[in-house]
Antibody, heavy 114, light 107 residues
Framework: EVQLVETGGGLVQPGKSLKLTCATSGFTFSNAWMHWVRQSPEKQLEWVAQIKAKSNNYATYYAESVKGRFTISRDDSKSSVYLQMNSLKEEDTAIYYCTRTDYWGQGVMVTVSS | DIQMTQSPPSLSASLGETVSIECRAS??????LAWYQQKSGKSPQLLIYYASSLQDGVPSRFSGSGSGTQYSLKISGMQPEDEGVYYC?????????FGSGTKLEIK
């Protein structure tokens, strides 16, 4: 059974950092291209970042709204993908999903507020 | 960025009715389009990929079509469990972009 489980969310002040983890199982993670997608309180989905596989040199791509502040990474030995979020803004408040596009995690809430 | 214009924003359908949802891309996305269903409090579920390929386990009443900049999702025979919000996603060019969603309810 494919599983994706996100952890690391919470309440954080503007300007601070947070790191999300997505632990996966049930598929060959090392071959997978993984994404982070977020959903705002207004329910709009926004693609955040992608990391490709080792065979693609772990290429990464970002939404303009997070470029330079967020970093996606992966550890194939742990079948996990990460999202390091720095310089957080109130508009980053959202549910963050880890996804392979066909399988999605349950999401983790990130609230940025003073 | 490629803009995805999704319509209608909301839709009410009777049991057994056929419904269609449209997504128009601001440029050719070469069928790199997926459709998702999201039920309240749940993660999005993939229905259709590459514009017209049915994801495993998805009922055959769901179908996708289109090419170029125009795409549609059809539900042939609305069922109560089809209530939810539907989103399109283009994966042709970075950054990937979603449509704004269509809320589908039973009439």
């Amino acid at each position: 059974e494919v599983q994706l489980v996100e952890t690391g969310g919470g309440l954080v002040q503007p300007g601070k950092s947070l790191k999300l983890t997505c632990a996966t199982s049930g598929f060959t993670f090392s071959n997978a291209w993984m994404h982070w997608v977020r959903q705002s309180p207004e329910k709009q989905l926004e693609w955040v970042a992608q990391i490709k596989a080792k065979s693609n040199n772990y290429a990464t791509y970002y939404a303009e709204s997070v470029k330079g502040r967020f970093t996606i990474s992966r550890d194939d030995s742990k079948s996990s993908v990460y999202l390091q979020m720095n310089s957080l803004k109130e508009e980053d408040t959202a549910i963050y999903y880890c996804t392979r596009t066909d399988y999605w995690g349950q999401g983790v809430m990130v609230t940025v507020s003073s | 960025d490629i803009q995805m214009t999704q319509s209608p924003p909301s839709l009410s359908a009777s049991l057994g009715e056929t419904v269609s949802i449209e997504c128009r891309a601001s440029e050719d996305i070469y069928s790199n389009l997926a459709w998702y269903q999201q039920k309240s409090g749940k993660s999005p579920q993939l229905l259709i990929y590459y514009a017209s390929s049915l994801q495993d386990g998805v009922p055959s009443r769901f179908s996708g079509s289109g090419s170029g900049t125009q795409y549609s999702l059809k539900i042939s025979g609305m069922q109560p469990e089809d209530e939810g919000v539907y989103y399109c996603l283009q994966g042709s060019k970075y950054p990937f972009t979603f449509g704004s969603g269509t809320k589908l309810e039973i009439k």
